[in-house]
C-alpha cells in the first residue's frame, strides 16, 4: 500500500541519492527536494522541487499534497552555527510547520548520533538517555527531535527520530565498526517508519547488526526493525588501518571526532 505522494528532502545528498532509487516502491509518486542540483531530470513517477529550508513560504509549497514527509536535507556536518541555523534549525520548524498546516500526519526525521557524541565508547545509552549533542550540528538534530515531540504533544503529527550511526557503504574506520548503518538496513528501517502505526515521537538508533553497539533500541521494538547487516564482514579490512592514539577523540567519544571539530570563524 505506497503512499500517494512521498517527500524526501536532502535528495541530491548522499543518502537522498541512495534514497532515490529504494523508497519507489512506497509512493505512486515520490517529491525529491534539495537546495542543490539533483540529477537526474524528473523520471515517471517522480516530481523535482529546488527548495532551500530556510525559506519558509518556499518549503510551505513545497509540502502541499504531501502524505508523509522524509526529512534529511539539511547540512550534515559540523559548521559555523550561523549555517546550520537556517538549514537544520530553522529549517526544521518550517517543515513541521508546513506539515501541520497542510495535514501531513508522518514525518520520519534524519537525526544523528551527534546528540549523543558526547558520550564515551565504553556507555550504553537508549532512547530515553539525556542527550549529549557534540557540536551545533548535533544541537540542531537534538532542537529537531524536540521539535518532533512538540508536533506530536500538541498537534498529533507522528514522527520517528532516527538517530543515524554512519550510513554509507561501507565503515570507514574502527568507530563506524559500532555505528554503521547499511543501505539496505536503513530502507528496511524507514519502511518500518512510514508503515507503523501508533509511533507517536518515536526515538530510533540507525545501526546494522553490529558486533559491538552501544546503543539499545528497545525502547523502538514497536517498529519492528530488525536489521540484517553487520560491520564485522568489513573487520579484517578495517583493522588494517592504524589504532588511533589513546586521547584521540576518535578513539574516546561516540561522537568521534565531531566532539572536537571548530571552534570556526575569527578567534
Ligand atoms: P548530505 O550532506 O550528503 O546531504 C544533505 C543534503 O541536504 C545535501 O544534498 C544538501 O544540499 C541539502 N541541504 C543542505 N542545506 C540545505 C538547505 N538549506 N535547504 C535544502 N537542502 C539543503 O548528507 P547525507 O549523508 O546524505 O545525510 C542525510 C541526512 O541524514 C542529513 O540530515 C544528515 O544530518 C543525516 N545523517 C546522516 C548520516 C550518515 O551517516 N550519512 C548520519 C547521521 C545523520
Ligand atoms: C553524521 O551525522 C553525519 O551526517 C555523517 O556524515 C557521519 O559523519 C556520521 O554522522 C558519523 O557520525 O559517522
Redesign the pocket.
Known amino acids: 500500500r505506497p503512499f500517494n505522494r512521498l517527500l524526501l528532502?536532502?535528495?541530491?545528498?548522499?543518502?537522498?541519492?541512495v534514497l532515490r532509487e529504494r523508497l519507489r516502491p512506497y509512493a505512486n509518486i515520490l517529491r525529491l527536494?534539495?537546495?542543490?542540483e539533483m540529477a537526474p531530470a524528473a523520471g515517471p513517477h517522480e516530481e523535482v522541487v529546488r527548495?532551500?529550508?530556510?525559506d519558509k513560504a518556499a518549503v510551505h509549497q513545497l509540502i502541499e499534497g504531501v502524505d508523509a514527509i522524509l526529512?534529511?536535507?539539511?547540512?550534515?556536518?559540523e559548521r559555523p552555527f550561523e549555517e546550520i541555523l537556517?538549514?537544520?534549525i530553522c529549517?526544521v520548524f518550517h517543515v513541521y510547520e508546513a506539515a501541520r498546516r497542510h495535514g501531513v500526519k508522518r514525518v520520519v526525521f534524519?537525526?544523528?548520533?551527534?546528540v549523543i557524541g558526547f558520550y564515551k565508547q565504553d556507555e550504553h545509552l537508549d532512547a530515553n538517555c539525556l542527550r549529549r549533542p557534540d557540536g551545533y550540528?548535533g544541537l540542531s538534530?537534538s532542537y529537531g527531535e524536540d521539535m518532533a515531540s512538540f508536533y506530536f504533544d500538541r498537534y498529533g503529527i507522528e514522527t520517528v527520530s532516527?538517530?543515524?550511526?554512519?550510513?554509507?557503504p561501507e565503515p570507514a574506520n574502527r568507530r563506524m565498526m559500532s555505528t554503521w548503518?547499511s543501505y539496505d538496513d536503513l530502507t528496511h528501517l524507514l519502511e518500518r517508519c512510514l508503515y507503523t502505526e501508533n509511533v507517536g515521537h518515536t526515538v530510533v538508533y540507525?545501526m546494522s547488526d553490529n558486533r559491538d553497539v552501544w546503543w539499545d533500541n528497545s525502547q523502538a521494538a514497536h517498529l519492528g526493525f530488525k536489521p540484517k547487516d553487520s560491520s564485522e564482514v568489513f573487520r579484517d579490512k578495517v583493522e588494517a588501518q592504524p589504532m588511533p592514539a589513546a586521547d584521540d577523540p576518535a578513539r574516546i567519544y561516540q561522537g568521534g571526532a565531531f566532539v572536537a571539530a571548530g571552534p570556526f570563524g575569527d578567534d
Do not use: E, M, P, Q
Not at 51 to 54: P, Q, R, V
Open positions: 528532502t536532502g535528495a541530491a545528498g548522499g543518502l537522498g541519492k527536494s534539495d537546495i542543490g527548495c532551500d529550508l530556510a526529512h534529511f536535507g539539511g547540512v550534515s556536518v537556517g538549514a537544520n529549517g534524519a537525526s544523528s548520533n551527534h550540528y538534530k532516527i538517530r543515524i550511526g554512519s550510513s554509507f548503518l540507525g
